[in-house]
């Protein structure tokens, strides 16, 4: 069973896609989830999902490690055609998950409490997104 | 094949899960294990474990990059009810592995001769963490 | 289905592996790719596969934000013996996927236009890496 979730973003940060994913796979019984984001500037996170300012302090951070190709520490980057936010975006892609795999028993993901599942994106545009899913029952 | 591994931490530090997850897996034949943490401020890592001392200076090396909420640098932070140690603990989540997967054969997970599985903690205190494993046979 | 392929590394840097993992698995039908590298100091990147800038800027970023073990700011580090370039080889393989799990379709890994899979070496010297490959149809 495999399917694709598209996920408007407008700029930089996490947008939760917990619950069209576990609609999907609503009555599927146990087995494997898989998830893929398909692109390279883009991110998949487990987070915590009760407090916003974790979602805030998180962009906030990694806006801070990973400064815009026009910050003075920056100057050593050579892929600086497509503006400032397109390299640290594939500094932060690197970085964080690409896949992610969860177990699914009766038709529901194993999170903990607190979890829930975000597409993080890196660039300043808008974008469509789009994340490749995989469910294999057991 | 699914069950919950319990560790019980003290304090932020690395600790070993290879033992436990290879005695559930004995005699398990071919096929894929699959690894989560049900946790916003723990992560799962592989990573050597012959020398203590690589445990020790991951620590060190983290604690560095992510400084604890009340360090001066950090005064941007907004989630920071919860203690000084907490926000960090969860930027450190995002960036290291919340799930793993690993190919077993005859039983036995393909690890390298040098890599041992160990549970991440981020927070000072004591805490019960508990990684979700699936395994299914080829 | 399960494999292992070698990569011969020359010192640090991004070595795609897309292609001899794309053959391995043409014909395969649908299913799931996990793919596991079994080192401590290597990791597993999908990105960019256009512009070898991207490889330049990434490994110039992850060298910078890891400074080697003799740099003035590293003299914490207790692991040192095996040279400068070995406990922050470590430190990076903690921070980038040591595994990856990729849909399958058709015999063709999901991948977006611009995704490649590399090998990611941390060391100096001349390695021969093993990523081992387990493919399980649907």
């Known amino acids: 069973m ?25 009555g599927s019984g146990d087995g494997l989830l898989t998830l893929l984001v398909r692109h390279t500037s883009a991110s998949l996170l487990i987070q915590e999902n009760a407090d916003p300012d ?35 975006a594939h500094i932060k892609a690197a970085m ?10 009766q038709g529901r993901m194993v999170l903990g409490t607190w979890q829930g599942i975000y597409l993080f994106e890196h660039r300043d545009a808008p974008h469509t997104r789009q994340v490749a899913a995989h469910f294999r029952a057991d």
Chains 1, 2, 3 share one sequence.
């Not at 026009?70 to 936010?85: F, I, Q």
Request: charged share 20%; aromatic share 8%.
């Open 96 to 105: 964080l998950p690409v896949s992610l795999s969860i177990p699914i028993q």
């Open 2 to 26: 495999q399917t694709r979730f598209e996920i408007a973003t407008r700029g930089q940060g996490l947008y939760e896609v917990t619950c069209p994913i576990a609609t999907w796979l609503n």
């Open 54 to 88: 974790v979602q805030r302090d998180l962009l906030a951070y990694f806006s801070r490690l990973v400064p815009r190709g026009d910050a003075p520490e920056m100057t050593y980057l050579s892929h600086t055609l497509e503006g400032p936010d397109d390299m640290p």
